[in-house]
């Protein structure tokens, strides 16, 4: 019996992924997106065209003392898709199940079990991350996050000083780590010799370094270690550097699933 080969379950697995994003209309997927549950918020449930506004506008106490508590509660709390709940359909929910059948009869628990056997050592096959959040069936660790995410960014005042702000970190309970790049915010004066204190998936850090010796603004250049194992950055110094010269570290998402 034939087994799917890597290529062949990206294939699949982002498929089912872009479906689930593009179904529920999520902007972490593509922010112009004009359909979907948070247009849908912001089209009826808040501003002047809410339900409340509309129900405030009828000059009956009566009727706003029974709708209007939920409509403000729709307007202050709009919903959102919960995780998991397009497995509610059951072609979706046929096709997870299908899956994992196919590798449980190659000797694996099912499809996560899978992933995590080929994550083990090195990243080597993830999903998106709207897979986990809509199809909920895959481990954190063998999920990559949907966009890339400004982790810090430093501005250089000297040689060898600067300002170091954090901006976010990748979230261990949803995605596993990345891909960690210097990206530059401002085109630069000269070559920074940049050293990173980068925090791992398993909690141990690395010093990771790069020389920024293209300067054209928006370049980006990997760090000495391209592996994606990281999910958080805690220091950053610089050599060479120039006042006014600004660059952040930037999480990159495996891949795009746009034209899966």
Request: aromatic share 6%; charged share 15%; net charge negative.
């Amino acid at each position: 019996m034939g087994q799917l080969n890597n290529t062949q379950l990206q294939n699949i697995i982002d498929k089912m992924a872009r479906w689930a994003t593009e179904s529920v209309g999520d902007p972490e997927f593509n922010a112009g997106f004009n359909a979907g549950m948070t247009a849908a918020n912001s089209h009826v449930l808040s501003g002047t065209n809410s339900i409340a506004t509309y129900v405030l506008g009828l000059n009956d106490e009566d009727i706003e003392a029974d709708l209007l508590p939920a409509a403000r509660d729709l307007d202050e709390n709009p919903p959102s898709p919960a995780d998991g709940f397009l497995l509610t359909i059951p072609e979706m929910s046929a096709m997870i199940k299908a899956l994992d059948t196919h590798f449980k009869s190659h000797g694996f628990k099912g499809l996560d079990d899978y992933l995590t056997q080929q994550n083990a050592a090195t990243p080597t096959l993830r999903a998106h991350g709207h897979f986990k959040k809509y199809l909920k069936t895959l481990s954190a660790k063998n999920s990559f996050i949907p966009n890339d995410l400004d982790i810090a960014t430093f501005t250089e005042t000297g040689a060898t000083t600067g300002t170091y702000q954090h901006l976010a970190s990748i979230s261990t309970a949803s995605y596993a780590g990345a891909k960690l790049v210097v990206k530059n915010v401002t085109a630069l004066t000269s070559s920074a010799v940049v050293s990173v204190t980068a925090k791992k998936l398993d909690g141990t850090t690395a010093v990771l370094t790069a020389t920024l010796s293209t300067h054209t603004i928006n370049t980006e250049t990997n760090l000495s270690d391209t592996t994606p194992l990281y999910v958080d950055v805690t220091g950053i110094t610089i050599t060479t550097g120039t006042n006014g010269d600004q660059f952040k570290i930037v999480a990159k998402t495996d891949r795009s699933i746009a034209s899966a």
